[in-house]
C-alpha cells in the first residue's frame, strides 16, 4: 500500500508560480506511471500531466507549456511546476501513482489563484 502526500499548495496571483509536490511513502522507481489530476468546485475531477516510468510526458491542452512535472525516484517524490498560473487553475490538485498495477490517490492540496 503506498501512501501519497502532497504538498505545496496555496494561494498565488495570477501570472505566478507554485510547485507541487507528492510524497510516496515507499519507493515508486517501478511504478509505471506518476500523475497529476485537478478538481475544481461543481466539477468533476480532470486530468493535468503524466509521466511514464520511460520518461515520456504528456499534458492536458490547458496547461501544455505552462506545467512540468516530474519525478524523482531517489527521493520517492512526484513534483509539479506550474508557472503562468490563471484563475481557472483554481482547484484541489490530487497525485495519483500507478505501482504494480494499482492506482493511489493522494489527499489532494488547494490551489488558488486570484485574478
Known amino acids: 500500500q503506498v501512501k501519497l502526500v502532497e504538498s505545496g499548495g496555496g494561494l498565488v496571483q495570477a501570472g505566478g508560480s507554485l510547485r507541487l509536490s507528492c510524497a510516496a511513502s515507499?519507493?515508486?522507481?517501478?511504478?509505471?506511471?506518476v500523475s497529476w489530476y485537478r478538481q475544481a468546485p461543481g466539477k468533476q475531477r480532470e486530468f493535468v500531466a503524466r509521466?511514464?516510468?520511460?520518461?515520456?510526458?504528456i499534458y492536458a491542452s490547458s496547461v501544455n507549456g505552462r506545467f512540468t512535472i516530474s519525478r524523482d525516484n531517489a527521493k520517492n517524490t512526484v513534483y509539479l511546476q506550474m508557472d503562468s498560473l490563471k484563475p481557472e487553475d483554481t482547484a484541489v490538485y490530487y497525485c495519483?501513482?500507478?505501482?504494480?498495477?494499482?492506482?493511489?490517490w493522494g489527499q489532494g492540496t488547494q490551489v488558488t489563484v486570484s485574478s
Open positions: 515507499e519507493s515508486i522507481f517501478s511504478a509505471s506511471a
Open positions: 495519483n501513482v500507478i505501482n504494480r498495477g494499482l492506482i493511489y
Open positions: 509521466k511514464f516510468r520511460g520518461g515520456s510526458t
